[in-house]
C-alpha cells in the first residue's frame, strides 16, 4: 500500500472521532513509524509502506479510534520544540502552557531571579524549559511516582539540570525561591464528567481534579507560598479561563497581581508579586 493510499483510509477510521484531525494525526503517525520528518510523507505519498510499516500503522489508528490520546500512543509529544517522553498516566502538556513558560522566562531576566521551584511537574516540562532558556537553579516536585520517573527521563534526555523530588505540595520542601510556580489540578469536580472522553477516561483524573470550587490547590498553595518565597518573589500559576476573579481574590492580601492572556483571549497566567 502507498502512503497516499493508507492516508485515504486512515481518514474513515478517525473521522467519526471528536477534537481530532485525522489527515494530521495521520502523517504524525506515519513520520514516527517510519522514523521521519513529517515533511517527507508530504514529499514522497506514491512510496510503498512496507507489511510491518502498514501493520502497525492501523494497529495505531485502532488504538486512537478507541479514544487513546495519540501523545500516549506515541509516547512522546513536541513542546516548544522540544521532544518530550510521555507515560500513560501523566498529564499530557497543552499548548497554552507554553504562555507559562514565556511569562516565567520574562519574569526570570526582568528580575535576575535565581531560583524556581514548581509545585506538580507532571512530565517536567515547565522546568525543564524554563532551565534550558534562562540556566536559573531549578527544582521541581510531584507526588506522584510515575511524574517523577517521567520528569527524570525527560531531565536526561534534554541534558537539563533540574532537581526533582517527591512531595505533597511544601511536604518536602526547603529552602526558598525566587519564584514558585503551578499549573494545579482546577477543574470542578462536577464538570470531570463533561470533559472529552481522551481526556476523562485516560488522563489522570489526580491532575484535572481541583475539587468542587476548582480552587482547593491554589488556597492550599496560596496559603504556605509565602514561607517559601523570597522577599519580593513571585508566585506564578496557569489557571482555567474562567478563573481571573477568584485567584485574585485569593492572592490579593499579599501579592501585587497581573495577569496574561492566551491566544484565544482568556486570562490563562497568574502572576503574582510578593508584598513586604
Known sequence: ???KEALSKSIVYLKEREFTD???ESRLILSRILEKDISFIYAYLDLELEPKDEEKFFQILKMRQSGQPLQYILKETYFMDKKFKINRGVLIPRKETEISVEVITEVVKKNKCKSFLEIGCGSGIVTIMVNLLTNINCSCLD???????NTKTNIKN???KVQVFKSNLFENVTGKFDIIY???????TGEIKN???EVKNFEPISALDGGESGLEFYKKIIKQSTNYLNDNGFLIFEIGYDQKDSIENLMSKD???????????????AVGKRRC
Open 1 to 3: 500500500m502507498k502512503i
Open 195 to 197: 470533559l472529552q472522553d
Open 182 to 188: 503551578s499549573n494545579p489540578p482546577y477543574i470542578k
Open 255 to 269: 501579592f501585587n497581581i497581573y495577569f496574561i492572556k492566551d491566544l484565544q483571549g482568556y486570562y490563562r497566567v
Open 158 to 160: 534534554l541534558g537539563a
Open 143 to 149: 507526588i506522584s511516582d510515575l511524574a517523577i520517573e
Open 22 to 24: 485525522p489527515l494530521y
